[in-house]
């Protein structure tokens, strides 16, 4: 029944996408074909928000809403949040003592993989860097098809 009513939902968004496309330039279609898409890729995402879930790695998509100052205290981390569906932003914590800063910017869309936290703001997502000790495959964040861990 779960399914059922994700492949209605996903048909509903494709529709309406089609519909507002033949009335408005062709970069709204493209945003609105992409909005599309990142709901299927999200979906284990938001499922982990709404079920308050912690601990898990898992993939997903999103774009850049805000570029946040590092956190210099300890491990340093680039911070910034990512819109991952109309409920839900995710903030970014990506350990730049492990892994090289991605030179992301307000507007670009996102792959990742890493550790979600839950909050109650949407959760947190860290882990997107290599297990320096080589335990867990770790986590990434791909921008313009080049990957950063």
Known sequence: MKHLLWIALILSALTACKQSANSIEQVSRVNCTSDAQSQVDN?????????????????????????????????????????ISSEQTLLFAHNVDLAPSVPVKVGDTIQFRGE??????????????????????????????????
């Open 43 to 83: 979906s284990a995402l938001i499922q982990a928000f709404q079920n308050k879930k912690s601990h898990l790695f898992i993939e997903g998509s999103g774009v850049v809403k805000k570029l946040l100052p590092d956190d210099n205290k300890g491990a340093r981390h680039q911070k910034f949040l990512v819109i």
């Open 116 to 149: 979600y936290i839950y909050n109650p703001k949407g959760g947190v997502l860290h882990w997107t860097h290599r297990d320096p000790q080589g335990k867990t495959e770790g986590g990434w964040i791909k921008l313009n098809d080049q990957l950063y861990h």
